[in-house]
């Protein structure tokens, strides 16, 4: 017997909700919104777009397609919105699964060759059209060798979720977090890795704040006028810089051509090698319970991005931070 408060919707209604800012998904007859996760799935908008509206059960599962962990499943919590009526005949499954399982987008006979990628750009173009027009395909129900889990038995495993752990007793997320992890000790290692999807704020000043989020595109349009000018200076001469207001900056003899493009390579190089490296050996380790600096440290460096995965404006270094360090290797190195 269905709770009173249990939405049933049929295929139509449901196929309705194919757009970016309205998506939705059926996982084991289950209906899910996932419009406000569209612009933050780790496979790109696109992928996710071109399947709602439909069943994505055998998609999210799929090594075709790609296996999707505990993880994903979890962000499903709380975004219910009603299950799959019942006497509907069988599951649609999106094209993109009804292809990887061989099954013809248009009911017409298996599909010639592998999964082609995925077009358009959740504008009702391609692949992401014909799903919400209802042009669909019908999976033939063939067996697996192992039946994978369901919803259920996956939400059920405890073993990861993106619920976190223990964050209403051990933290208050309506402060910030950077003067409260310390003080966590021996139970920050296992808080920090049981992510949550929530926003996170790291400084109680509002203006320290604001420069701790950075847009992606901040960082090219940010950098690359520098690395632009510093590569002119690089190979220009002392001389040839006279009186243009630069020439403290510039070296005492330029760099030929060749030079600096064996110079530039091997820095993109080494410092490419010097970032997998800290990252590895660096911001992985496991700082000291008993030390509440070095797990403030940890958490603002690095534990940041476990605790909260999908707050993409902290992906990247913040602009001011970098500026503060590369102006001491500057001065360093002009001594």
Known sequence: MLRQEERVLNAEEIGKHCTRGDAWVIVDGIVYDVSSFVERHPGGSDYLLANCGGDVSDAM??????MHSKAAFSILRGRKVGIVKTNEPEKT???????????SPNGNGAVRGSLQPVTGRGTGKGVGKRLCSGNVATANGA??????????EVLNDGTFSMDGWREKDLVDWS??????????????NKWVHSPVDKPLRLFHWDFVEFFSHTPWYVIPTLWLPVITLLSVLSTSST???????????????????????????TGVLLWSLVEYMLHRFIFHLRPSERSPFMITVHFLLHGQHHKVPFETSRLVFPPVAAFIILSIFFVAFRL
Do not use: D
């Open 93 to 103: 499954p999106s094209p993109t699964t009804a292809a990887a399982n061989g099954h």
């Open 239 to 265: 001389q040839s810089l006279a009186g243009s207001g630069v020439e403290w900056m510039a070296p005492g003899v330029g760099l030929s051509q060749a030079h600096f493009a064996v110079l530039f390579v």
């Open 143 to 152: 067996a697996t060798a192992t039946p994978p889990p369901s919803m259920v």
């Open 175 to 188: 402060k910030p977090m950077l003067c409260q992890v310390g003080q966590l000790g021996s139970l920050y």
């Open 61 to 66: 599962r799929s090594n075709a397609i790609h």
